[in-house]
């Protein structure tokens, strides 16, 4: 069992930057899937980025404004998101697993990003 928390959302306007950080309660070496997720009012969680076997990928809609780090020191990983839009405003989740997985099994319980116009 894998515990995830997230936290560094709240409300930016357009064009603002946030960091979201994610808290493991396993060493972050041992999730070999770390993704996040994303989702708004009346739509279907989507992907947002997602890291399998050391190889990072990005939904078309956030590439190359939005970044997944990680600090493995203190088991913790970072959604950088930069030149944010309205359109950004939704829950954003946090999900692992220990294995090579196209969807982890864990997730956090969300933070709320809101982009104001």
């Known amino acids: 069992q894998v515990q995830l928390v997230e936290s560094g959302g709240g409300l930016v306007q357009t064009g603002g930057s946030l960091r979201l950080s994610c808290a493991a309660s396993?060493?972050?070496?041992?999730?070999?899937?770390m993704g996040w997720y994303r989702q708004a009012p009346g739509k279907e969680r989507e992907l947002v980025g997602i890291?399998?076997?050391?190889?990072?990928t990005y939904a078309d809609s956030v590439k190359g404004r939005f970044t997944i780090s990680r600090d493995n020191a203190k088991n913790l990983v970072y959604l950088q998101m930069n030149s944010l839009k309205p359109e950004d405003t939704a829950v954003y989740y946090c999900n692992a697993d220990p294995l090579q997985r196209l969807l982890g099994r864990y997730w956090g319980q969300g933070t709320q990003v809101t982009v104001s116009s």
């Open positions: 396993a060493s972050i070496y041992s999730l070999n899937t």
């Open positions: 890291t399998r076997g050391g190889s990072t």
